[in-house]
């Protein structure tokens, strides 16, 4: 039984160490830029509405917007010793900062619900869920953290966000979160291991994380709760 136990160990552990290194041609690094400048606005945009119902002034929604916004792909480059991508190309700053501001204008004018943040949070979850795993998988990551540090640059913004806010993380306790994104970056992996167009394969895989996330929190599909015997 132990020997048995010991060789399933090995060759998960064998499985989980494969790497799958993308070579980084200009089609996939225009993809990535443009999946993480969609990721920065509209994530900077779900931290706005975030900290709006918080009635902060100006300076404190753009520390918000920016933190959400910036922060996943901040930890990820640290965590990946790749230079920080809103340092290397100040636009993805300037994005967030713009789309703080335009927010902050457009709330005056417009009605907004107080849970219309969850849209872009769910993009922002299905963006840079994708952006993170391609940067992990083009740096050589193996598949299974470069699936996992997308869920951390998807993630981590929102939960950023939210203890800034002083709320408890959406993430911890929202109906399917880190789950969906987690999912969403296996199958983004697995298609481009089908040799799917990587275009093709961040948009199938991003709009799954974006439509399960939104039908989890219709429906609010929850992961089980921890909880003691009684």
Partial sequence: TQSNLFNLLTTLDYLATISMILEPTD???????WITLI???VSSTSGVLKAGFKQFDLFGVIIIAVATGLGGGSLRDMLLDREVFW????VFFIASLLSAIAIFLLARLVAIPPRFFLIPDAAGLA??????TL????VGAPWLVASFMGVMTGTMGGIFRDVLSNEDPVVFQSPLYATVCWAGSLLFILLLQLDVDVTLAASAAGAFIFATRMLAIYYNITLPKFRFKS
Avoid: E, H, K, P
């Fill in 27 to 33: 089609n996939l690094l225009q993809s990535l830029y």
């Fill in 39 to 41: 990721a920065v606005i």
């Fill in 87 to 90: 340092i290397r190309d100040q």
């Fill in 127 to 132: 963006t840079f869920g994708i952006a993170g």
């Fill in 135 to 138: 940067v992990s998988l083009m």
